[in-house]
């Protein structure tokens, strides 16, 4: 039977950024991809902003990966020629009654360690961005875009340079434990296989709480269970209507139906935030409310054309009733698991934190698991 040193499964932004950087010490790494090619999930399902860390409870997860992984992508970015764009953002304050809300963002973003926050005033925002008519906005000058394949595909090279191995059309289907580590069943290429591993990470995104299963654990005692919160896109037609990227304040699980330019200029209006039962890329909402909801702040879309574009399902701890969830990234050495790590909730910002993750889970495999 063949061994790996370590095993990890799922192929997406997080799953190859863990690879990237654990290979750089270490032989034997594998990573397991059930579709045809990596990346096709989530990692290409977003709206590949990179996010400066403004909306995170400051202490949370989210916010250090966050806000350590823009400084990352950007410099990653830089380095190898990686398409993006530092564009800036806009959340505003659409009455009086949202200033507060715009306050208590800037507060928590302040104390994650964002960079830079300031207020813009009516008159100034006008000035800025003509198209949008709101009372107040918060300007965080980190927030920019990227390619999120090129960013993938950066930490597919990377891996692949390091000797990693990597593995398409293998779906991992069952798991247990072995004398010194993990066994590994499933089919890869129409045929089975089984491999054991010292160490497995969990990077399968929507169906990572599905591998915390398999190996055992009680999804729902340790709150794992994840529920799909889809997210369509429409796209606007002819010439921008704004610069920046320009949210509203967040409201329910989403962060509202917000304006962001892709990399060619054209804007992109969404994702809203709804939980479904399948997981699904096709746009079920309806443009009449992506319009209503954009006229709030920029009236003038009223006479404009908007298209379907696509849609993205995020992998959610928080249920419809539930408030802030964390990511969850966990050695499971305690629940007699030794050397499996699991990764779950990786939604927004998991494209911006990528790099950071990835360097925090090669900590705990340093730290804890090798020997
Ligand atoms: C609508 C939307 C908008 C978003 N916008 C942003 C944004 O602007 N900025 C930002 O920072 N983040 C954003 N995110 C979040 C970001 O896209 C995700 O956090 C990130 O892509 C997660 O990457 P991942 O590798 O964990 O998951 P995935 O990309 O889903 O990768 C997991 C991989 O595991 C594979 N897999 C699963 N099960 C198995 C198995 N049994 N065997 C083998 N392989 C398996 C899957 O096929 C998949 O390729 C957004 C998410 C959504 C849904």
């Not at 034997?28 to 990596?38: A, D, I, L, P, T």
């Not at 804007?267 to 909402?285: C, F, H, Q, T």
Request: glycine share 10%; charged share 25%.
């Amino acid at each position: 039977m063949e061994t790996a040193n370590i095993a990890i499964i799922g192929a997406g932004v997080v799953g190859l950024a863990v690879a990237a950087k654990i290979s750089e010490e270490n032989e034997g790494v594998y990573v397991f991809e059930k579709n045809m090619r990596f990346g096709q999930e989530t990692s290409s399902h977003n709206s590949g902003v990179i996010h400066s860390g403004i909306h995170y409870p400051t202490g949370s997860l989210k916010a250090e990966l966050c806000v350590k992984g823009n400084h990352m992508t950007y410099e990653i970015c830089e380095k190898y020629g990686i398409a993006y764009k530092r564009l800036g953002k806009l959340t505003v304050a659409i009455g009086e009654e949202e200033v507060e809300e715009l306050e208590q963002l800037m507060r928590m973003g302040e104390g994650n360690g964002v960079e830079g926050l300031k207020f813009i005033e009516k008159n100034e925002v006008k000035k800025l961005e003509p198209n949008i008519e709101v009372e107040k906005a918060l300007h965080s000058p980190s927030t920019g875009i990227v390619e999120p394949d090129e960013l993938t595909n950066h930490f597919y090279e990377k891996a692949r340079k390091n000797n990693a191995n990597l593995t398409v059309e293998t779906e991992v289907s069952d798991l247990r434990k072995a004398p010194d580590g993990y066994e590994i069943n499933g089919i890869s290429v129409g045929e089975r296989f089984t491999i054991t591993a010292k160490t497995v990470i969990n990077c399968a995104g929507l169906w990572s709480d599905r591998i915390a299963a398999a190996i055992g654990l009680d999804v729902d005692k340790f709150g794992y269970r994840l529920h799909y919160c889809k997210g369509d896109y429409f796209r606007l037609v002819g010439k921008p209507l704004a610069t920046m990227l320009v949210y509203p304040v967040p409201k329910g699980g989403g962060l509202g139906i917000h304006l962001t330019p892709d990399l060619a200029g054209v804007i992109r209006l969404g994702p809203n935030a709804y939980y479904v039962d399948k997981i699904s890329y096709e746009v079920e909402s309806s443009e009449k409310e992506y319009r209503e909801d954009v006229t709030r702040y920029a009236p003038s879309i009223h006479d404009r054309q908007i298209q379907v574009d696509t849609a993205g399902v995020r992998p959610k701890l928080q249920g419809p009733k539930d408030g802030f969830k964390d990511f969850v990234i966990r050695h499971e050495a305690d629940r007699e698991l030794f050397g499996f790590i699991n990764l779950i909730g990786i939604e927004s910002p998991g494209l911006t934190a990528a790099p950071a993750i990835a360097e925090f889970v090669s900590d705990i495999y340093e730290n804890e698991v090798k020997r």
